[in-house]
């Protein structure tokens, strides 16, 4: 039996995924009324694929709020969200509480893994301050990425464990797991499991404020980011499967929660770390392109346009809008009357007076100067211009992922803004 300890959006989908490899799993969170919930298959995530997942697999799953059921399992899971600040700083507290509350009901032959993301030090911290034995502890860099959390869930390109011992061989129940899931297991100490995974989303910022920086470039230039983009894959230092799109720049929470982690350890050990900041100021400028954009060709002659706003969701194929640039483009529009849609994404919060959100796509555009299409979601693309066009009496698409074909938006008589196109 193994136990998934904290039912967020990860501990559900790595339950799942470990369910779908034929475990029996146990998932426990102290919230009675969120079980309640997922014992009914009412889950609080977005995710594609996960519904169907769970309807496979869901007879080896059992979802529980009494920690007693825990003691039957030989390996368990801490796998709560850690959440962040208006900083973007880790609220690793609950997580600590919740490894408190629970792990006196594990049993002491049980073997256990932090999957949450934790700051560097937290496991050793963890384990002395508990006492407990440091061969059972062990932390492992979680793959989760929203919208596609099911799949990397499934078939994960590494495992990274951290050790109190990385010699040692790891517990044959672990081993068990690990090895239905076939990728690399790399094992190291503690400290470097922890920083790898900030290690990793490091190195993902620099190649997005790189290609965000040159695709601003190629605007002024009058070149193609996408013609250009091929060439950097076809080099074997860069390779086929960097991240090269244009973007409105860091959003979703864990990228800018790793900036401003190692940014704090940085000052605390002395170190030198000026390019964080770089990023950071890249990042911000990014962000507000679609309405410098805007600032250009409309809303300095029409402050108070109406506008379309396709999107919401920081990225496609989630319902989460942390740091997303949509709503901070709302934010920004309070003298503009907004038709807002996204397919799952939902305004929170108070300060939306000037946005109405509406149920589809081609309803948004009705009365609308501009059409600005903030999330790439698939669904997006399949509207054609000439559409577009019909419906909306402005004329002028801005389009950061280049949604809405460009030929065809000239033919259809319309002005589309594309990052990284001149």
């Known amino acids: 039996m193994i136990g998934f300890i904290g039912l967020s959006h990860l501990g559900l989908n790595y339950s799942l995924a470990t369910a779908a490899k034929g475990f029996e799993v146990i998932g426990y969170d102290p919230d009675p009324g969120l079980v309640a919930r997922l014992q009914a298959g009412d889950f609080p995530i977005e995710e594609p694929g996960f519904q169907s997942l769970f309807a496979a697999h869901r007879t080896r ?61 937290f496991m050793r911290k963890l384990v002395a301050e508990g006492a407990w034995n440091p061969a059972t502890w062990y932390c492992q860099v979680e793959t989760l990425v929203f919208g596609d959390a099911v799949a990397r869930a499934l078939a994960p390109e590494r495992f990274i464990i951290g050790s109190a011992t990385p010699g040692a061989d790891l517990p044959a129940g672990y081993r068990a797991w690990l090895q239905a899931f076939p990728c690399p297991v790399l094992v190291m100490r503690y400290e470097s499991a922890e920083l790898a995974k900030i290690a990793i989303n490091l190195y993902l910022v620099s190649t997005v404020s790189v290609t965000n920086t040159l695709a601003e470039a190629c605007e002024a230039l009058g070149a193609d980011w996408q013609e250009i983009a091929p060439a950097l894959r076809l080099d074997r230092r860069i390779g086929p499967h960097a991240y090269l799109k244009p973007g409105l720049g860091l959003a979703g929470g864990n990228l800018e929660r790793d900036l401003v982690t190692l940014r704090g350890l940085a000052a605390e050990n002395r170190t030198e770390a000026g390019l964080v900041a770089a990023w950071e100021a890249n990042s911000a400028h990014a962000r507000t392109w679609a309405l410098r954009t805007l600032g250009r060709v409309l809303l300095g002659e029409r402050p108070n346009a109406r506008l379309a706003v396709w999107g919401l969701a920081y990225k496609q194929d989630t319902h989460s809008t942390r740091n997303s640039a949509a709503i901070e ?58 559409e577009i066009a019909g419906r909306m009496p402005g004329r002028i698409i801005v389009d950061p992922y280049g949604m809405i074909g460009a030929p065809g938006c000239a033919a259809a008589g319309l002005r589309h803004f594309q990052l990284g196109r001149g």
């Open 329 to 386: 483009l709302l934010r920004a529009l309070p003298g503009c009357s907004v038709r807002a849609y996204d397919p799952v994404a939902r305004l929170e919060g108070g300060g939306w007076d000037h946005v109405a959100v509406v149920p589809d796509a081609l309803a948004a555009l009705a009365g609308a100067d501009a059409l600005v299409v903030m999330t790439p979601w698939p669904e997006f693309s399949g509207v054609q211009a000439a």
């Open 61 to 121: 799953i059992r979802y529980t709020s009494d920690r007693a059921d825990l003691a039957a399992c030989q390996l368990v899971f801490y796998a709560l969200d850690v959440r962040t600040n208006e900083r973007n700083e880790s609220d690793l507290e609950p997580l600590a509480t919740l490894i408190r509350e629970s792990a006196p009901a594990v049993s002491g032959l049980a073997t256990s893994v932090v999957l949450s993301q934790v700051r560097p030090g």
